[in-house]
Nanobody, 124 residues
Framework: QVQLRESGGGLVQAGGSLRLSCAAS????????MGWFRQAPGKERESVAA???????YSTDSVKGRFTISRDNAKNTVYLQMNSLKPEDTAVYYC??????????????????WGQGTQVTVSS
């Protein structure tokens, strides 16, 4: 069983930055693929970024060049550095963990464990 807890969300002006953290419990963190997803009101959940156990990173086109995912296996924590934030980035951001690291690494179907989410609001 893996438990995930996100933190770092909040209200920020457009153009600003936030860093989300996700602390994981359990012994399997270093061998897990970790992902960030988001869901805006009235919209479906969408992928944001993922990082496999080797440190390979992947991100969706809308955040490329602005968001960076990283992990610290010693701290069982994954981060999402978000720069140049836009109002359309407003959403609840979820951390997820899974064992898959193939082509569909950004698909939510490949993640088994989810956090409760943290709200990110970007004002214009």
């Amino acid at each position: 069983q893996v438990q995930l807890r996100e933190s770092g969300g909040g209200l920020v002006q457009a153009g600003g930055s936030l860093r989300l953290s996700c602390a994981a419990s359990g012994r399997t963190f270093s061998s897990s693929t970790m992902g960030w997803f988001r869901q805006a009101p009235g919209k479906e959940r969408e992928s944001v970024a993922a990082i496999n156990r080797s440190g390979g990173t992947y991100s969706t086109d809308s955040v490329k060049g602005r968001f960076t995912i990283s992990r610290d296996n010693a701290k069982n924590t994954v981060y999402l550095q978000m720069n140049s934030l836009k109002p359309e980035d407003t959403a609840v951001y979820y951390c997820a963990a899974g064992g898959y690291s193939g082509t569909y690494i950004l698909s939510s179907r490949n993640y088994n464990y989810w956090g409760q989410g943290t709200q990110v609001t970007v004002s214009s």
